[in-house]
């Protein structure tokens, strides 16, 4: 067992000593952007209501949040394009600092959903019909795009592009050639869409402006270096 493990060493150091001589490598990243202009965007709103009892609560944000669903479904967004995000009924308290105690006033209940808007010239009118039909609660919406993936393989080109300037540069200034490709690794890709935040405010054609989303990509690439 000795033996063989002593023959493994011997291989693995000549294996090694062997990489060397042959010379060694240079690791570069590289980065690709892309804008985009959106052609959607997704809507988070919903209704806030509070009342002397839970189920008082409950029942009026429920009636509040399906008027503000019917509007929904009448301006032509499609029932699978809206989701409730979250539901919750919650005591509120009113604390006595004199008797250190805190007494139950009232329930709260919040029900919020998020919208898939495929329209973007729609945007507006469709905001201002939310908010007529009962939404209190608009967290913000954010502009995307469909189809992202030509999108991000342009970017992934960019980046490559930007890994192998950059590789070349280097191995230039070092007086040395730049060889094959070693190994190449993606990491961090993203799309940044444009979050924009609303107010709780009524407003009429309210107006929006997507401007672009910027699409990332990123790439790790090691190439041989020869002497």
Known sequence: MRSILATIGLITMLSTTSAAAEGGTITVSGTGNVSVVPDMANITLGVFNTAATAQEAVSGMSDSIGAVIDGLLEAGIDETDIQTSSLRVNPIQDYNADSDRSRITGYSAQSMVTVRVTEIDELGVILDQVLSNGAN?????????????????AARERAVADAMAKAQIYTNAAGVSLGGIVSMSESGGRVAPVAMEMSNARASGVPVAAGDISISANVTMTYAIED
């Open 137 to 153: 609660q608009l967290n913000g919406l954010q502009f995307d795009v469909a189809d992202r993936e030509p999108h991000l393989n």
